[in-house]
């Protein structure tokens, strides 16, 4: 394989990595809350879709219509009557919630379709596609388009709506937010629920262009943590550049390690990267504390005088 | 601070040691009447409740969240079967050699992850096992995805692994009761309750973290061995399997996160009332034990033993004090 092969589809990798993400960094950001379900959500998502292209014969992204909504619905009650009440307790409760209902999904999804791999029949599953002299798979093409579309959306209406900005409020600070009128435990439920809707998007991008079993979700949960990390919560678009730095490091690590290594680089690059967050943190930290001190220096000068 | 001192009082810690005894030495004794069948289920018992134990010292008393158990059994259970193939060392031995190395990497991965905070040392933890999993499915000398089996000429046999089984669980009680009643667990739920706090008063928290981790490896090591030997073969997706960590995990929530018997009461719960009776079931009995673990977090905060605890303290104190309506008459 040639650099630009390498590079381009890590990058078209790196789209559905930041679809998979997204979701993750939107209920962090908001609620700080740390969803251990959501590789769960992204299978049950695939797994939903199966059943409705079984059901009415149409195509996995056409299905998206039913599913989404769906995964949506389900996921509204389960913030808005358990996770939300969890949060106040701190921590570990949230945490330890999400991790039963991961255990739930997986266990739920292998007790009705058994635990054999499957995957999302579409037509231009194994497609070639020919972007700039170098073949690339059709459906990793509109993985990258997906994962920027979301991104652009979710931006869109976190900055140019109202909802977004109830939104914003709410994760900045829920008390205030509660007393200027908003409702924030409806702002929570109706985030968990826009996040297990991209969930189940990146579950049928995940089913079309590979395969997945019950238990996938563990793999797809820590892809989703390592873009938020190297991301960050911040916005949609950090999310975005995480993603696609984790499929090219992902990429050109597999090109120089070998295939089988692909999964292992990117716990590596996820532990190096945990590791040295705090160090980069205290940098950042350093900088923004530097740039502001000259600021003070006046003030107190001016207040001398 | 009354409950504090309460629970690091020598009393609370020899009335618990005096009952882990009188029930070492009833397991013991009743061995003989035991079948085959409930022998082994004994065994993986109290294996799990020599795991949960484990787990509960780094999780609930230190409060720190690891998923990385399924790692350290792992590293176990290959360092017993590597160990009897290479050379035919007493059973002792060999599960030496895996309590060490159990202890090692914890403190690797402690040394690592303890820069983390919160959840973020709790993926991080994630990501080590599932690192290590991948790992051993790909090294040669571990026999890469088929694994390795132990000579079956030096695999103990049911009754013997048994009394292995016990002896585990009675350690790692031990050593839960000694923690959580001694200066050491007092620091270490310090760290737990208020990390920041601790520090400022002359506790160091990496210190704590690294003592409650290397702990917990070592007899998870310790666990995962002589569960290598119930299977005497190991592959790296059941002997990595995050599995080992959900159910660890699952277990020790539902019995009572931080206290002594809970991870007993977990393990009689999860691993005899479900995965036993549900055998033939196994994605059933995990569906009802992630229901349980999400209804246990809602409405049973403190798990089985915390419940029970609160409901006996509330009685007590209804019998202690007269109803104001007696006061009055």
């Known amino acids: 394989m040639d650099i630009v092969t390498v590079v381009v589809s890590g990058l078209l990798t790196g789209g559905l990595y930041a679809t998979v993400g997204l979701g993750l960094a939107l209920v962090f950001g908001v609620m700080r809350l740390v969803n251990l379900a959501h590789g769960d959500l992204i299978v049950l998502g695939a797994y939903a879709s199966t059943l409705v292209m079984a059901w009415l014969g149409v195509d996995p992204f056409l299905s998206l219509l039913l599913v989404v909504p769906a995964m949506a619905l389900v996921a509204y009650p389960v913030q808005r009557y358990l996770l939300t009440g969890l949060l106040r307790r701190g921590l570990e409760p949230p945490l330890v919630a999400t991790f039963g209902i991961s255990l739930v999904i997986s266990a739920a999804i292998t007790q009705l379709f058994s635990g054999n791999a499957r995957s999302l029949d579409a037509p231009y599953a194994s497609a070639g596609v020919n972007v700039l002299g170098v073949q690339l798979r059709l459906i990793d093409v509109i993985g990258l388009g997906i994962g920027v579309a979301l991104t652009v959306l979710t931006a869109l209406v976190m900055n140019r709506t109202r909802w977004g900005a109830a939104l914003r409020a709410s994760a900045a600070d829920p008390v205030t937010a509660g007393t200027m009128g908003i409702n924030v435990n409806v702002v929570y439920a109706i985030t968990f629920a826009a996040s297990a809707a991209i969930a189940a998007v990146g579950g049928v991008l995940i089913g079309v262009a590979y395969s997945f079993t019950p238990t996938s979700g563990t793999s797809y949960i820590l892809i989703g943590f390592t873009v938020v990390v190297l991301g960050g919560t911040g916005s949609p678009l950090g999310t975005l550049l995480g993603g696609l730095a984790l499929g090219l490091v992902q990429s050109v690590g597999g090109a120089l390690l070998g295939g089988q290594y692909r999964d292992f680089v990117v716990y590596a690059v996820f532990i190096v990267v945990l590791a040295l967050k705090p160090v980069a943190d205290r940098i950042v930290e350093n900088r923004r504390s530097r740039l502001r001190q000259p600021v003070v220096a006046l003030r107190a000068e001016g207040a001398s005088s | ?329």
């Open chain 2, 1 to 329: 601070m009354r409950t504090l001192l309460a629970a690091s009082s020598a009393g609370s810690r020899y009335r618990s040691l005096i009952a882990l005894a009188i029930a070492v030495v009833v397991l013991f004794a009743a061995q003989g009447a035991f079948g085959r069948y409930q022998t082994s289920v004994l065994t993986t018992l109290l294996l799990y409740v020599c795991l949960v134990s484990a787990w509960n010292l780094i999780g609930g008393v230190a409060g720190q969240f690891s998923l990385a158990s399924s790692a350290v059994v792992g590293l176990g259970s290959y360092t017993v079967v590597m160990a009897l193939r290479a050379a035919a060392l007493p059973l002792a031995v060999v599960l030496g050699l895996a309590v060490v190395g159990g202890a090692l990497f914890s403190a690797i991965l402690g040394a690592i992850l303890f820069r983390l905070r919160g959840f973020y040392f709790t993926i991080g933890t994630l990501a080590a096992a599932l690192a290590t999993m991948t790992w051993m499915t790909t090294w040669d000398v571990t026999g890469a995805t088929t694994g390795i089996s132990a000579p079956i000429q030096l695999i103990p046999d049911g009754a013997t692994l048994y009394r292995w089984a016990l002896g585990a669980a009675a350690v790692a009680m031990a050593a839960s009761i000694l923690v959580i009643h001694s200066p050491l667990g007092l620091r270490l739920r310090s760290v737990r309750d208020g990390e920041d706090i601790a520090d400022s008063l002359g506790i160091s928290p990496f210190t704590m973290k690294m003592a409650a981790i290397v702990l917990s490896g070592a007899l998870t090591a310790l666990g995962g061995g002589l569960f290598a030997l119930q299977k005497a073969s190991v592959e790296p997706f059941s002997a990595f399997s995050l599995n080992w960590s959900i159910t660890i995990i699952v277990m020790a929530i539902v019995g009572g996160l931080g206290t002594t018997w809970g991870p007993v009461v977990g393990v009689v719960v999860i691993y005899y009332g479900l995965t036993v009776q549900l055998q033939s079931l196994p994605s059933l009995s995990a569906l009802l034990s992630g229901l349980v673990l999400v209804l246990v977090i809602r409405f049973l905060p403190g798990g089985i033993v915390g419940a029970c605890r609160d409901l006996a303290r509330w009685t007590w104190g209804r019998l202690r004090r007269p109803r104001p309506a007696a006061r009055t008459a």
